[in-house]
């Protein structure tokens, strides 16, 4: 069950900065500690500047999570229509390995996701999941 | 049903005073009560309370004790629950604070419904639905209570057996004692971080003499707390490994390379001061021969 | 736009980060940092991020950028400040900062690029 699903759009650096302070507010609110707040909204910048970046810019969807009284977290959906990805797998190791933008982000956002899913089509898009319980 | 329904409230209502005393009466007769812990004037003052929210609730008409109407009472009953739990009651004695008003409410009934006994019936079957459903909710509560404060004991007691002190000026030491798990080395390790932080000390000695064993998921936080420390500019001095322990992480595949690890702490204190050039030296002799 | 401010300590320079950069920011901050390197002939760079609740790559690599540019024009970057909460973070991210070396805080960043720059070799060269 999720409540009041945000989307914000994600087509400039200041909607970076936008979508980290959201992404904050709804850890904090969920009440998660203060290092697996920084975790989501790093992998939240992570994901955005990609999505700026590579996707030409698209929009982010925020959603409160919560399963039963103890199971709370937050799913962040990022979308773009850009160019998308040729090859995922490639993207998530070379890319990581030689330092590529694209690469170290969806990397990063993975490392610091309990859950992570990513689509993406050449010419069409990609959307990029990720979710992090309390 | 309608007409049936609207006799409880009218007997409760009017009958409250007696209903109260009987019910009091039954509760300080009862072994249950530990009258040391409780004071006979709360009792009066909470059994009055709840009878004053049950018989307006039942006023109100409604039946179910799920629905808004009762939200006074559950709330009054969940702080009754809490308080009671904390005061060290067990969840059926609290339970039988609801429950023993079956019986004068009942001696009521029959008295006022006397030449009726299907309605007497009815009446009896209706307040038994609600008083039944109200005990098992303060059951139910009492549960909540209880585990809330289990939770707050453990979460104090990580605090209480991690405690970070200073050495020396700008030199942290950790000692670490029992069995760690995952969550509570997390925990202890930021802990150690901030104070690092607030402190602005620049060498922490991670002591794990009081550990018996360690698995792969705490040294692998114990190395991400040490290369946390380098990131933020300070650098930590692992102490206290005792052989098994470095069996283990040998065979674990663990990589200690990049931290600097002494037996004990008080090597490790030693390395530290002199990172810090620092050294211990030994006072005036003469001074001393002059006390003596 | 803003621009993040950059004062003179001696022969050392001051960044104090904001919280939130943006990516323009981030790039009209090294334009700046090199020019005034070169100007004020500063031999130390100290970049404050205190204020930084957030690394990601991206910071990461600019930080590595600042202090690899720096070093060409013959200054030494020590970057101070860093949060707790950040610093778990990368370690989870695996980034490592390689490169740059750090201090728990102002003084005790000046106080080790004294140290570097004492130690430098006549060349001004620095192990």
Redesign the interface.
């Known amino acids: 069950m999720s409540i009041e699903p945000a989307t914000l759009p994600v087509r400039s650096?200041?909607d970076?900065?936008r979508v980290?302070?959201a992404v904050?507010s709804v850890a904090m609110d969920l009440g998660f500690s203060?290092?697996d707040?920084?975790?989501v909204?790093?992998a939240a910048?992570?994901l955005a500047?990609n999505t700026l970046t590579y996707g030409g810019g698209g929009e982010v969807r925020i959603e409160r999570l919560m399963e039963g009284a103890k199971r709370v977290g937050v799913r962040l959906t990022f979308e773009d229509r850009g160019q998308g990805i040729p090859n995922i797998e490639l993207a998530l190791t070379d890319g990581y390995t030689s330092?590529n933008?694209l690469g170290?982000?969806l990397?990063?956002a993975r490392?610091?996701s309990h859950e992570f899913d990513i689509w993406s089509q050449p010419g069409v898009g990609t959307r990029v999941t990720i979710t992090r319980w309390k | 049903m309608n007409r049936l329904a609207s006799r409880l409230p009218a007997i409760v209502e009017q009958h409250q005073t007696e209903i109260l005393a009987e019910w009091v009466k039954l509760q300080l007769e009862s072994g249950a009560w530990r009258a040391g812990r409780l004071q006979e004037s709360q009792l009066r003052d909470e059994s009055n309370r709840f009878l004053n929210l049950f018989s307006r609730t039942l006023a109100s008409g409604s039946m179910d004790t799920r629905s808004a109407q009762w939200s006074d009472v559950r709330d009054f009953l969940a702080d009754l629950s809490r308080s009671r739990a904390t005061q060290g009651f067990s969840p059926s004695q609290v339970a039988t604070f609801v429950f023993s008003l079956k019986q004068p409410l009942f001696a009521r009934l029959r008295a006022s419904l006397g030449g009726e006994p299907d309605a007497v019936a009815d009446a009896s079957w209706e307040a038994t639905l609600l008083l039944d459903a109200l005990g098992l909710y303060t059951t139910e509560m009492y549960q909540q209570a209880r585990e809330s404060v289990i939770t707050r004991q453990q979460e104090e007691l990580i605090e209480l057996s991690t405690p970070v002190v200073e050495l020396w000026p700008g030199i942290l030491a950790l000692p670490l004692i029992g069995t760690l798990d995952s969550e509570r080395t997390q925990v202890v390790m930021e802990t150690l971080l901030q104070r690092l932080v607030a402190t602005g000390s620049s060498i922490a000695v991670i002591d794990i003499t009081g550990v018996p064993t360690v698995d792969t998921l705490v040294a692998q936080h114990l190395l991400k707390t040490v290369s946390a420390a380098q990131l933020m500019g300070a650098d930590c001095i692992i102490s206290g490994i005792r052989p098994q322990i470095a069996q283990t992480i040998v065979h674990l595949g663990i990589d200690l390379s990049a931290v600097a690890t002494k037996a004990s702490l008080s090597d490790a204190f030693a390395l530290a001061l002199k990172r810090r050039n620092l050294m211990v030296v030994p006072t005036s002799n003469t001074t001393a021969a002059a006390r003596g | 736009m803003d621009r993040v401010p950059i004062l003179r300590l001696g022969d050392c320079l001051l960044v104090t980060v904001q919280v939130d950069m943006h990516d323009e920011l981030a790039m009209a901050l090294q334009d700046d940092l090199t020019n005034k390197i070169v100007q004020s002939k500063a031999r130390g760079v100290l970049i404050d991020i205190s204020a930084l609740e957030m690394v990601d790559s991206f910071i990461g690599r600019m930080l590595g950028n600042i202090a690899a540019m720096s070093r060409i024009l013959d200054a030494q970057t020590v970057v101070v400040g860093m949060q707790p909460a950040v610093a778990i973070t990368l370690v989870e991210l695996g980034l490592s900062l390689p490169g740059i070396r750090t201090a728990l805080n102002v003084d005790a960043g000046l106080a080790l690029l004294r140290n570097m720059l004492d130690r430098a070799d006549p060349n001004g060269h620095v192990d």
């Open positions: 650096g200041e970076v900065v980290r302070q904050r203060l290092v707040q920084t975790k909204i790093t910048s992570e500047r330092g933008g170290l982000g990397n990063g490392k610091l």
